[in-house]
């Protein structure tokens, strides 16, 4: 549980701790590959290793989650056929009865996320929870992923807070030891991600398996 009388603000990271990592999953690993051995004229197998070996050399690089960059490489309406299968993006379990709990505290709560400001809005509109923060921000502002160097400094310049007195929820390991080395006191990974894959285990910070468990009283 965290200490939230000594929390002032609340951070929460969108896929894979908010929503379900399902979806990216499935857009990334199988219906972008499906697109571009259909555009390209490739076997379904050697579209799925092009876009594995693309997306590992940009891997920990806000290139990985920028849409206007994989639309570029991959030629392909990324954003467009996020929007076709929209209906699959889900909020996780217990989600909005969190964030209506802390909308009626006066602690600052944020969407701090790695998405491209275009895969946000798409997200957002979809699921209807934004206006549960007090800020929703992407990466892309700042020019860093959130696991860059100086990412969570930088941030100051959108959002003010005390890293002492700040929780970060995020299902990302390199994220949450970046937040840990600028100082973020209180961090909590998710255990489960993606609802339709295993368990994944952090030995370093607590994990949240359901936000039922961290209900503020």
Request: glycine content about 4%.
């Amino acid at each position: 549980m965290p200490p939230w009388s000594d929390i002032d603000t609340i951070m929460f990271d969108m896929d894979g701790t908010l929503l379900d990592l399902h979806f990216d999953n499935y857009f990334w690993q199988q219906l972008i590959p499906m697109c571009y051995s259909d555009k390209h004229g490739m076997s379904h197998a050697a579209a799925i290793e092009i876009v594995r070996c693309k997306s590992a050399e940009r891997r920990g690089t806000l290139d990985w989650y920028c849409l206007d960059y994989w639309k570029q490489e991959l030629e392909l309406d990324i954003a467009g056929l996020k929007t076709n299968v929209k209906h699959k993006i889900n909020v996780r379990p217990n989600v909005e009865e969190l964030l209506q709990k802390l909308k009626l505290s006066e602690k600052r709560v944020l969407l701090v996320t790695n998405a491209h400001p275009s895969s946000l809005q798409i997200k957002m509109e979809h699921t209807g929870i934004s206006h549960y923060f007090d800020q929703c921000i992407s990466s892309h502002t700042l020019k860093l992923a959130k696991e860059n160097h100086g990412f969570w400094e930088s941030l100051q310049s959108l959002e003010k807070y005390a890293p002492k007195r700040t929780v970060l929820f995020d299902d990302s390991l390199p994220v949450l030891r970046q937040a840990r080395r600028e100082g973020i006191k209180h961090l909590f990974g998710i255990e489960k991600p993606d609802s339709k894959r295993p368990v994944v285990l952090m030995d370093e910070f607590e994990q949240i398996a359901d936000f039922s468990q961290i209900m503020p009283s």
